[in-house]
């Protein structure tokens, strides 16, 4: 497959995914607040939001791929109701080109569910009796929510986890390694296994953990949060090409009004050290209320023009601990 233009969303982000150069900068969110969208759109601030308000969004700014969430996170108020984000599963992938993601959770996430913060973390940390067999649970349970989504019609799955703060991991990076990443392992193998590529997203500094990332077998990172150390050309360096990276903007950089050339230059200083390969462009942690959307307009508008090098017709090779 040659990808040149015109090329579905779809296709060129699953092509990125496998390591493929895409055609052009592609774009996508992790999160879309629906507050957000009835501001761009003119709605009530009660009113319902239809998938079709959504998909008028994405499609105005350009983007590549829509996330669909079956959690919030660990700490937040309220869930997504499962049939209704399987409904939306189904949505996207017959009314639209965009590359379907579905955000779950991994088995960090689900210990914390479990137990609370503070507890997970004394028992990933001092080996508890019961974690084993808790975790071995957590990924055959999750497997299945992944069969679910798959067959409901996600093109990938995005595995969100919270393991680390602006200083690093949580946890100490080898309990970790002993108690934690071969239960992400066999969950992104599972996945793969469906023909969903994996994209595992975490806030915070990564990098005492980053190499233990890439061995499980994962196919992109999302996140890569400025504010903890992390960026575009750092992540590119320390994976290889074969990567597919998404995110590395703030949303505190873009909450102060900025000109059509201070956007251009600040995406030439993210972009242009790893312009070329696997990249997916968008905020560390995806939309907000509040943001302005003259700005919103302007940074995506910019984006999509932004130069970009003919991709090659391969797919690219390894890089050595991926």
């Not at 052009?24 to 761009?40: K, Q, T, Y």
């Not at 595992?200 to 903890?228: A, M």
């Not at 873009?254 to 905020?283: C, K, M, T, Y």
Request: charged residues 15%.
């Amino acid at each position: 497959m040659t990808l040149t233009e015109p090329a579905l969303s779809r296709q060129v982000v699953a092509a990125a995914l496998a390591g493929r150069t895409p055609p052009r900068l592609l774009l996508g969110e992790l999160v879309l607040e629906l507050d957000l969208v009835r501001a761009a759109l003119g709605l009530a601030a009660d009113a319902a939001v239809p998938l079709a308000a959504e998909q008028a969004l994405l499609r105005r700014w350009g983007h590549d791929a829509v996330v669909v969430p079956f959690s919030h996170g660990w700490g937040a108020p309220t869930q997504p109701e499962p049939e209704d984000a399987l409904f939306r599963l189904g949505y996207w992938q017959e009314e639209s080109d965009l590359f379907v993601c579905a955000l779950v959770d991994g088995p960090f996430s689900a210990a914390v569910k479990a137990w609370g913060w503070q507890n997970a973390l004394i028992h990933l940390t001092r080996d508890h009796p019961d974690l084993e067999a808790f975790m071995a649970d957590a990924v055959v349970e999750l497997s299945e929510q992944l069969g679910r989504v798959a067959a409901a019609g996600a093109d990938g799955v995005i595995i969100g986890e919270d393991l680390a703060l602006r200083n690093g991991p949580t946890v100490r990076p080898d309990h970790l390694r002993q108690r934690y990443f071969p239960y992400l392992t066999l969950l992104t193998l599972a996945a793969q296994d469906l023909g969903l590529p994996v994209i595992f997203h975490s806030d915070g500094n990564l990098w005492p953990i980053w190499q233990d990332l890439l061995q499980c077998g994962i196919d992109g990172v999302q996140g890569l949060d400025p504010y903890s150390a992390m960026s575009l050309a750092q992540a590119r360096a320390r994976s290889g090409p074969r990567l597919c990276l998404w995110g590395n903007l703030d949303l505190g950089w873009l909450a102060q009004p900025r000109s059509g050339e201070e956007i251009a230059a600040r995406l030439h200083d993210l972009i242009d050290p790893v312009a070329g390969a696997p990249l997916i462009f968008g905020f560390c942690g995806g939309l907000a209320p509040g943001l302005s959307l003259p700005q919103l307009d302007l940074l995506y508008a910019t984006a999509a023009a932004f130069p970009w090098p003919a991709p090659a017709d391969r797919v690219l090779a390894p890089s050595a601990g991926f």
